[in-house]
């Protein structure tokens, strides 16, 4: 059951930290983690960690896969966090892994050191007039820094498998473990395949620089006002085109050869047009 205070929460915010000094406790099948550091995030959010306020979150204090409760009503925490110390480093806390298929999965990818990032879900410090507290909150606007001095925590959850994964000898080794999840699995396969499209696209990198260069000849002769031959502008716009199509052919029958692994269709088209696309 999701928690009270995760429903709607007002201002609720995320940050993610990188967990570097972890400490693997396996006999209890837990790991003890920073989930918070005072370092700039990517979204230039600093969170204090003497200000972190944990009242609602100890009253529940599940752990959970990508903030995973916000998109499926049915989700289940994968752990538990049994305690939360603030530390000049940061907020440091004990992560103890329940016993469901995808939790042991997920245990077993930080226990690898496959995924080493938490992500915090917070919001801030109120007033009693619903006013963001005065002094919780301090902004530079010359480096566009938000320093929080004061905050509570919801969550923290487990970030996801990295989606840039590239190198082929990690997958691989993702590839021998032995997951009991349908979900981790189809993640790994879903890596995997990104790669294998990734390196299919760098082999064609002539060729896509080429296609580049031809479409925005294309565009610019279209684009072009004052075209004194219209007859034969078109005549070239048709020359390159069919230019582009030879040139797109053999990427097309490439990527088609790994449309044909065994992978979810909708799946595969996604990753290779989100890869292609880049």
């Not at 204090?48 to 204090?61: T, V």
């Not at 189809?186 to 995997?192: D, G, K, L, N, R």
């Not at 006002?225 to 716009?237: G, M, N, P, T």
């Amino acid at each position: 059951m999701i928690p009270q205070h995760l429903i709607n929460p007002e201002g609720y915010r995320t940050v993610e930290v990188k967990a570097e000094s972890v400490e693997k406790l396996k006999s209890e099948r837990a790991i003890v983690h920073y989930i918070s550091t005072p370092d700039l995030d990517r979204v230039r959010d600093i969170m204090n960690p003497k200000g972190m306020k944990d009242e609602d979150f100890s009253k529940a204090p599940s752990v959970w896969y990508n903030h995973n409760y916000k998109y499926d009503p049915n989700a289940l925490p994968i752990a538990r966090s049994l305690w939360r110390k603030k530390k000049d480093e940061g907020v440091l806390t004990k992560t103890e892994f329940a016993t469901t298929e995808f939790a042991d999965d997920v245990y077993l990818l930080h226990d690898g050191g496959f995924i080493n990032t938490w992500s915090i879900g917070f919001r801030p410090s109120y007033d009693k007039n619903g006013n963001i507290k005065e002094g919780s909150i301090r902004y530079d606007e010359g480096k566009n820094i938000t320093t929080w001095d004061e905050w509570y925590l919801l969550e923290y959850s487990s970030a996801p498998l990295p989606a840039n994964i590239e190198a082929l000898d990690v997958v691989k080794e993702l590839q021998g473990m032995n997951f009991k999840s349908e979900i981790t699995k189809q993640m790994v396969s879903e890596s995997a395949f990104k790669i294998e499209v990734t390196k299919a696209l760098e082999s064609f990198q002539s060729e896509l620089k080429k296609i580049k260069e031809l479409e925005d000849l294309i565009k610019a002769i279209s684009n072009d006002e004052i075209i004194s031959d219209l007859e034969k502008a078109e005549k070239r716009i048709l020359e390159l085109e069919n230019e582009v199509q030879l040139l797109k052919q053999p990427i097309k029958k490439s990527l088609e050869v790994l449309d044909g692994k065994s992978l979810l269709n909708e799946m595969k088209r996604n990753i290779i047009r989100d890869t292609t696309s880049k």
